[in-house]
């Protein structure tokens, strides 16, 4: 069994075919898909997936960065609501970004300090979104550093050392299609990170993995993900699927 620990599976690219789409990754064991929250924009598209699939989706809540605008106070008073109707497994995705726009930094940290801490008190797992950001990232994280905070690097693209500073937060590195591209740098390296910081993801619609890559991305690819780590790790795919779903268990609580 297979674990998605980040997927948008509420998203428009899938309106035509979700349920096939779903039900593909499915059939292939990926059974537990982990739904991070952009804004209040999605958030009725999440609750109607959960409803749909309550055995299989797994809510996460919170404001993504490149969301952090002007109204970024009734944003986050929308998530804290959220958090007062519903169980959600983690905050998330949450983060800084300056690919996008570099102007909003300032309002950017605050967000995502503000998210942390609400994790905290909430005692759940945060998930990071993090786009030409290591340094900022890891300057709020320092401000937050104690035992309750943990969670996943998502998309995790940095080089060994930035590896080495996110696992040092309790961080697990979220690792995906990029991990199967010629120019995606990781694979150079992430046989000396040990496992047990491994989670797998696939981020669909987005960052399909080779073959696909530039194409629709789906929860089923997650397997081209496990089987390239398991080239890079030199063990069977049926250990990928086993240590990294413990790892997802123990971030999530299930």
């Known amino acids: 069994m297979l674990t998605d620990t980040h997927t948008h599976l509420y998203s428009d690219a899938f309106a035509e075919d979700r349920k096939e789409m779903i039900q593909r990754a499915i059939n292939l064991g990926i059974k537990r898909f982990f739904i991070p929250a952009i804004d209040s924009g999605y958030t009725e598209a999440m609750y109607a997936l959960k409803k749909e699939y309550p055995e299989n989706?797994?809510?996460?809540?919170?404001?993504?960065?490149?969301?952090?605008?002007?109204?970024?106070?009734?944003?986050?008073?929308?998530?804290?609501?959220?958090f007062k109707k519903r169980k959600f497994y983690a905050v998330g995705e949450i983060g800084i970004d300056l690919y996008w726009d570099k102007s909003t930094l300032e309002i950017q940290k605050i967000t995502f300090k503000r998210q942390i801490q609400l994790a905290k008190k909430y005692k759940l797992p945060i998930v990071i979104h993090c786009r030409d950001a290591f340094d900022e990232i890891f300057e709020v994280l320092e401000t937050e550093k104690r035992e309750d905070l943990f969670g996943i690097f998502h998309c995790f693209t940095g080089t060994f050392e930035q590896a080495q500073r996110a696992i040092s937060f309790n961080m697990k590195l979220g690792i995906g299609g990029v991990v199967t591209f010629k120019n995606g740098k990781i694979d150079t390296f992430l046989d000396?990170?040990?496992?047990?910081?491994?989670?797998?993801?696939?981020?669909?619609?987005?960052?399909?993995?080779?073959?696909?890559?530039?194409?629709?991305?789906?929860?089923?690819?997650?397997?081209?993900?496990?089987?390239?780590?398991?080239?890079?790790?030199?063990?069977?795919?049926?250990?990928?699927?086993?240590?990294?779903?413990e790892n997802s268990k123990a971030i999530f609580g299930i």
């Open 57 to 82: 989706v797994f809510l996460m809540m919170g404001l993504h960065p490149t969301s952090v605008k002007e109204n970024f106070e009734k944003e986050l008073k929308h998530v804290e609501e959220q």
């Open 192 to 245: 000396q990170i040990p496992l047990k910081h491994i989670v797998l993801e696939t981020d669909s619609p987005y960052l399909a993995p080779v073959p696909f890559r530039g194409k629709r991305n789906e929860s089923s690819y997650l397997a081209l993900v496990s089987k390239k780590l398991s080239e890079i790790y030199n063990v069977s795919e049926e250990e990928i699927a086993r240590i990294t779903t």
